[in-house]
Nanobody, 120 residues
Framework: QVQLVESGGGLVQAGGSLRLSCAASGRIFGHHTMGWFRQAPGKEREFVANIRWSGGTTYYADSVKGRFTISRDNAKNTVYLQLNSLKVEDTAVYYC?????????????WGQGTEVTVSS
């Protein structure tokens, strides 16, 4: 099984930056995809970004394009999310996940979440 440990959340003022980390204890294979999701209070969990473990192809939600950057360090089994130009509406619990299957398959593993609060 894959265990995911997230860190890096906190309180930041609008316009500021944070870097979230998600370390995987299990082996991540080249055909796997790792991603970030977020859930704001009273709202459903939404997709933020993902990255193919092999090759590094990325995909972003329109709401974060140009502001957030997903990356990974294969040697450390870690995925990162750089959050820049933060807005109040970015406030949410951010989760990382692993999708072992292809596009359309289930996101099988999840981290515990790390809370990001953006103040005005």
């Amino acid at each position: 099984q894959v265990q995911l440990v997230e860190s890096g959340g906190g309180l930041v003022q609008a316009g500021g930056s944070l870097r979230l980390s998600c370390a995987a204890s299990g082996r991540i294979f080249g055909h796997h995809t790792m991603g970030w999701f977020r859930q704001a209070p009273g709202k459903e969990r939404e997709f933020v970004a993902n990255i193919r473990w092999s090759g590094g192809t990325t995909y972003y939600a329109d709401s974060v394009k140009g502001r957030f950057t997903i990356s990974r360090d294969n040697a450390k089994n870690t995925v990162y999310l750089q959050l820049n130009s933060l807005k109040v509406e970015d406030t949410a619990v951010y989760y990382c996940g692993v999708r072992p299957g292809g596009v359309g398959a289930a996101w099988q593993y999840w981290g515990q979440g790390t809370e990001v609060t953006v103040s005005s």
